[in-house]
């Protein structure tokens, strides 16, 4: 997913469709949505922050801190307590 928006030729539309893709293949895996569109209306900033360093960095470490605190249940797996991370 962090390829896409390189990818994608719509400049103005690549966060939307990420988000929706990042959504779908989350709930086609049995997970729950990651729900980016309630994350960037709840902290925009620290969202948008998170997703250019792990674009540069390919680091999910502070995208994933971003999801935990605005959707944790979309890190659990179903049937299991344990958040799934690059940093745990």
């Known amino acids: 997913m962090l390829d896409f928006s390189a990818i994608h030729p719509f400049g103005d539309a690549n966060g939307r469709i990420a988000c929706i893709l990042a959504d779908l293949l989350m709930v086609k895996a049995g997970l729950e949505a990651l729900g980016f ?52």
Do not use: M
């Open 37 to 88: 569109g309630l994350i960037k209306e709840l902290d925009r900033t620290a969202l948008y922050h998170a997703v250019g360093l792990a674009e540069r960095n390919r680091d999910l470490t502070l995208l994933y801190e971003v999801i935990e605190r605005y959707n944790p249940a979309a890190l659990v797996p179903q049937g299991q307590g344990k958040i799934i991370s690059s940093y745990s």
